[in-house]
């Protein structure tokens, strides 16, 4: 039983591993990574091929409703968000990065809308 319950906690904390994995991004020999800030970034891998800005939507607290446009744009203050597009030249897959308050929030790999 000791065996059984030792296996299982093993299964567990190889699995909470996986889930806090944080993408990086390579550029220039440097590494971009969650936290980063704009400008570092910047730096670290040039100006993006494209870029985005938009205001995330906001939801209820304590739910997954969001706030209805009119009444959030009076009322609720808007969470900018940015994403930067990088073409990683030929045989890599395009990177997304997307800023929050000024900071990496995640680093996505394809070209894939969400």
């Not at 609720?76 to 000024?102: H, K, S």
Request: charged share 15%; with cysteine; hydrophobic share 40%.
């Amino acid at each position: 039983m000791n065996t059984l319950l030792r296996t299982g906690l093993a299964i567990v904390l190889a699995q909470a591993c996986c889930l806090a994995h944080a993408e990086s991004l390579r550029c220039n020999g440097e590494s971009a990574a969650e936290g980063d800030s704009r400008l570092s970034v910047l730096y670290k891998c040039g100006p993006p091929v494209l870029a985005d800005t938009y205001c995330a939507p906001v939801f209820y607290s304590g739910t997954l409703y969001p706030v209805p446009a009119p009444i959030a744009g009076a009322f609720v203050p808007c969470q900018p968000v940015e994403e930067w597009l990088y073409d990683r030249g030929p045989g890599n897959l395009m990177a997304t990065v997307r800023f929050r308050d000024g900071r990496v929030q995640s680093i996505r790999y394809g070209f894939a809308p969400h």
